[in-house]
């Protein structure tokens, strides 16, 4: 069966929701039918966790409950919406995934990663994507860009992290690098920076291979504790 999981991935403000548009609509182009989803929050439940993770509230949750929060919602879309879109040969097109976990909680909280990424394999079955696209902006530009979205009405205020310092999304940004750094034939680093247009052609570039031929299994599709075995490429 054909299939393709891909996921977009950035620091605030890098314009994903953007990108997984324009990406839908090119990968539609070429005759898929695109899932675009997000984690937290791409389903029903999960959007009830989105709200106790992203709000700034009275009493916000340790840096272990906030990993097991996103644990849960990530497991809940795993085996509701991932896994049977990639079963019928969709193209699953996902804003975040585990590398998010591991940039946040793990380089951005500090939590260790080797804890982390046991949560990771729990939540997802060990399925991972074909290609990341890390949408990679200064901190401080992507901060300025989501506020002056808000402020424009483009979305519910989500403060939480945005609330954070520069030193916690700097720690983030570098997390996404040492990422790519450990897998770099899945995990993209691409240029944020420019105009929507721009960055959806550097987006483009990096995972074009995926949809003009077959595709393969995602490691881990169809045995939900498979581990992770290696990328299909
Ligand atoms: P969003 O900006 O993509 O809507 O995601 C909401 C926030 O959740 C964002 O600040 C990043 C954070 N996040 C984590 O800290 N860990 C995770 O595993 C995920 C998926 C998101």
Excluded at 45 to 69: I, S
Excluded at 148 to 172: L, T
């Amino acid at each position: 069966m054909r299939a393709v999981f891909v996921t977009l991935e950035g620091g605030e403000g890098a314009g994903k929701t953007t990108q997984l548009a324009l990406l839908a609509a090119g990968v539609e182009g070429r005759g898929w039918v695109a899932v675009t989803t997000r984690e937290p929050g791409g389903t029903p439940l999960g959007a009830r966790v989105r709200e106790l993770l992203v709000r700034l509230g009275g009493d916000p949750p340790t840096p272990l409950a906030e990993l097991l929060l996103y644990a849960a919602d990530r497991a809940h879309h795993v085996e509701t919406v991932i896994r049977p879109g990639l079963a019928v040969g969709r193209a699953v097109l996902c804003d975040r995934y585990a590398d998010a976990t591991e940039a946040y909680q793990g380089y951005g909280r500090g939590l260790p990663l080797a804890v982390v990424r046991e949560v990771n394999r729990l939540a997802t079955g060990g399925l991972r994507p074909h290609r990341t696209v890390v949408l990679d902006l200064s901190p401080e530009e992507g901060v300025r860009r989501s506020l002056e979205r808000q402020r424009c009405g483009g979305g519910p205020r989500e403060e939480r992290f945005e609330a954070e310092a520069v030193a916690f999304h700097e720690r983030v940004r570098a997390g996404y690098r040492a990422v790519a750094r450990e897998d770099p034939e899945r995990v993209r680093i691409v240029d944020a920076s420019g105009t929507p247009v721009a960055v959806a052609e550097r987006v483009w570039a990096e995972v074009e291979d995926l949809f003009a031929r077959p595709g393969g299994l995602c490691p881990g599709l169809g045995a939900p504790d498979a581990g992770s075995g290696p990328s299909p490429r």
